[in-house]
């Protein structure tokens, strides 16, 4: 992973799902520098929902072109999220927008597709809702708009699409490969079996490390960005993969990191995949190096966002506080604030016991619910060693005292806004950042065995 040149600042375009960015990483410290935001924007003209592309683009060389002076930059890396990819036309346009995961489709072309798609023993990765699988996406496609798919020449996974744009070079990478689109076998490390069943074999873009300098931006596009010297684009990494990363570089396995954003994603690092159960979205990620990481998810930061809107304000002392009050209570939240994934598919969320509870006592409860969804999860992978969580959740004590609490085990909060542009910037050999200034949180919380024991029986009741 050395990089012969060193660099002083790396840009980082950072595309979530709710949310993208472009900051500026200083290769000393790995710390944000600067950044700037913007909503990540999901258009519902034409025939299926998809991003404004044009939008985030527009975004994009705008803050590049203003970081280009202060505080500058040498290097570009990129990471977004998952369950996309790109179809590029012989131009380089897009043949098709570029399709949001969360568009259905018509119960035929599910069922069309479920008769295809290989078996988790291949790719170990388990059969999801809606475009989840992004083999289920490009056989939507295919079979819905054959004219429009027929103009596709290049399939990229979708960091790579934003590398592409600014350097030309067309390629995919393992990560966003590797991360539940049926389209990868994580045991032979290549394509897996679907992507002759669909017949793109010959569309797929070569598949490059994360690590790689795709090239410099290219020269009309430099110009305009008032750049004055080469400026190197790595290929780019899928964002959970992103967070990951720093913890493979600085710690030995066995631990586990909990990556929070719209998803909450747990990572087993060490672990195996012999007990992945895929009904309970449990599956394979592939890390960085081409490694299968068993891993468990539900949409934790979606559904907090939707509950925190439903119950109003409270302050993080007054939630904190109110924690062992809400245990005693039993007042609880059961899954799920977001169908369709998760631990506990198939499960519609209910409040027990939430008669004239204040809002701090609800948020409380959310934290619980967040901390039990996300034990959950590191169970169903085997999870062992201490718990990294990066993110948005790395803020909340409530959880993290919670999660604690549960796992019996220490838990190490990484605070900022999200791991992943750390993790991105890290492709161009930057000091990941340490966890010195971060004590590990060790909690007990009365009554919580019997709470969680009352959670899980409710469910099934």
Known sequence: MSNETVYRRIAVIDIGKTNAKVVVVDAGTGTEIAAVRTANSVLKSGPYLHYDIDGLWDFIISALKGFVRVPGFDAISITTHGACVAMLA???????????????????????YSQVRPKFVETFSPGLSVGLNVGAQIHYLKSTFPADFARTATILTYPQYWAFRLTGVAANEVTSLGCHTDLWNPTTQSYSSLVDTL????LMAPVRSAFDALGPVLP??????GLTKPVPVYCGIHDSNASLLPHLVENEAPFAVVSTGTWVISFGVGGDLDHLDAKRDALANVDAYGRAVPSARFMGGREFEILAAEIGPASSDAVEAAIEAVIEKGLMLLPNAVEGSGPFPGRRRR??????????????AVSLYLALMT???????????QIFVEGPFALNRAY??????LTSTD?????????????????????????ADSPPIRAELRGLARYRQFWREAMIS
């Not at 012989?90 to 399709?99: C, E, I, Q, S």
């Not at 009309?220 to 960005?225: D, E, G, R, V």
């Not at 034990?375 to 060693?385: N, Q, S, T, Y």
């Open 90 to 112: 012989d131009d380089g346009n897009l043949a098709m927008p570029v399709l949001d995961y969360e568009h259905g489709y018509p119960q035929a072309i599910q069922n069309a």
């Open 199 to 202: 017949g793109i074999r010959g």
């Open 220 to 225: 009309a596009l430099a110009a305009a960005l």
């Open 351 to 364: 409040w027990i016991a939430d008669h004239a509870a204040s809002n701090a006592e609800r948020l409380a």
């Open 375 to 385: 034990e959950a999860c590191l169970g169903l992978i085997g999870a062992k060693g």
């Open 400 to 405: 993290l005292i919670a999660l604690s609490a």
């Open 411 to 435: 838990v190490i909060a990484l605070a900022g806004s999200t791991g992943t542009s750390q993790g991105a910037a890290l492709l161009a050999g930057i000091r990941p950042i340490g966890v």
